[in-house]
């Protein structure tokens, strides 16, 4: 059954490089492997399943408002927090984990970004037009009041960097914003550093939406960490599911974000103030009262790697095996169509840790999947497989097997 319709998207040519050897981490995924065995989930792109030790580090958190009761806040903003702060740092390539603020998600820092312009909002923004919603959404919505939003368009993918680099040469933009890697391609945008060293304005506020690179794809904003805001959050690729979302803030930045919650001035809150004071540091972008438990989950993800010697290059390599299986049982007239497949390169270094298919059917299709035990994901006509840890060749050889059957 040819699933997927060509619609003339970029074909792959190359014979895939299968390796032999593999290490498998599904030992790790006990609990959410083993609820359903039959279940194929090719969505780790848009919820990872969590690893085992994620559900002692709840327990833990339980056990430690128990304990220590009101006093809990101290556990959590003197050891958990800073610990999250460095794990990020580490893995942004950054060198100030303070500058690395907690909430419950990205939109959460976008609305606050959004606040942060005289006038209580940016009047003129350059984006994409492939952003995730909650930015897309947000934006349009302050385009209805007047901000004008210029929307770049991510295709051709061959030259959406040059293109949205003269874009931003032109300068007079409040704000820019761009994700890392595009949700609705999987399309890794290179020389990050390039873009946004090429903004000319310096109050001109830079931010990237990493949530698709984040403890997936292996980058360093260490030669941008003065210059960019970097947002991202926990349900993915950081397997350490919802409630977290965090903002890397450049040092020295000072912004006054209208949307201010209390934690933004926790460490002043017993001294008499005059006017709204904010801290030097990433606090200036928190919130408010928020469940901490994501944070714990994070953290117990970051200890596992670390005990088991994991690291992101490791990460996306295992990734890229199980990628590489799927291209070539796709190229090999399977049940998928490679010509509906927005593949970047022959090789996968433009790709993010999931696959496009770009068909009027996806929706169709997502739903007969799902009836099939087969979990994917959809956005509009773009049916995504994503890859995971816990996938190793027979997973992908299962998935082809059923799709066969179907
Ligand atoms: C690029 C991108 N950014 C952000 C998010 C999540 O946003 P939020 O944390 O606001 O729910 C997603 C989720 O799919 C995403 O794909």
New binding site residues.
């Given amino acids: 059954m040819d699933m997927l319709e060509n619609d003339g998207a970029l074909r792959p040519t190359m014979a895939p490089e299968v390796t032999t050897t593999e290490t498998s981490y599904k030992e790790h995924y006990g609990r959410f492997l083993s609820a359903d065995p039959e279940r194929l989930h090719f969505a780790a ?2 919820h990872h399943h969590w690893p085992d030790v994620t559900r002692d580090a709840m327990l833990r958190y339980w056990d430690d408002a128990a304990e220590l009761s009101d006093d809990k806040w101290e556990r959590i903003f003197g050891t958990e927090v800073p610990s999250a702060q460095r794990h990020v740092a580490d893995i942004i390539g950054v060198d100030h984990p303070g500058q690395v603020a907690f909430g ?5 820092f ?1 609305t606050r970004i959004l606040s942060g312009f005289p006038g209580g909002r940016p009047k003129r923004v350059l984006t994409t037009d492939s ?5 897309a959404r947000q934006a349009a919505r302050l385009e209805e009041e007047g901000v004008v939003v210029e929307r770049v368009a991510t295709e051709p993918f061959e030259t959406f960097e040059e293109r949205f680099t003269a874009a931003v040469e032109k300068g007079g933009h409040d704000l820019v914003f761009l ?1 890392h ?3 609705d391609s999987g399309f890794v945008v290179r020389g990050l550093d390039a873009i946004v060293e090429a903004v000319p304005d310096p109050e001109t506020v830079v931010v990237v ?4 690179s984040f403890c997936a794809v292996p980058f360093s904003i260490r030669a941008i960490q003065d210059r960019v805001f970097y ?3 926990g ?2 690729y950081a397997q350490s599911g ?1 409630a977290l ?1 965090w903002l890397y803030v450049p040092p020295g930045c000072t912004m006054r974000p209208e949307n201010t919650g209390w934690f933004a001035d926790f460490s002043n809150l017993k001294k008499a103030q005059s006017g709204v004071q904010y801290p030097d540091d990433a606090f200036r972008f928190w919130g408010a009262t928020f469940d901490p438990v994501g944070v714990y989950r994070f953290n117990s993800v970051m200890a596992l790697w670390d005990r088991i010697g994991l690291d992101v290059e490791k990460v996306h390599d295992k990734v890229q095996e199980a990628q590489r299986l799927f291209l070539e049982k796709c190229r090999a007239d399977g049940p998928l169509d490679a010509g509906a497949l927005l593949l970047h390169t022959d090789g996968l270094e433009r790709q993010g840790h999931f696959f496009t298919f770009r068909t009027p059917e996806a929706q169709d299709l997502y739903a007969r999947l799902k009836a099939a035990k087969i979990m994917t994901d959809v956005r509009r006509d773009r049916l995504r497989f994503g890859f995971g840890l816990y996938h190793d060749r027979s997973d992908v050889e299962a998935l082809f097997e059923r799709l066969e059957r179907l």
């Fill in positions: 792109h848009s419950a998600s990205t939109h959460e976008v952003e995730f919603y909650s930015f994700s890697v595009f949700f939406d990493g949530y698709h947002t991202a959050g349900y993915k919802e979302g």
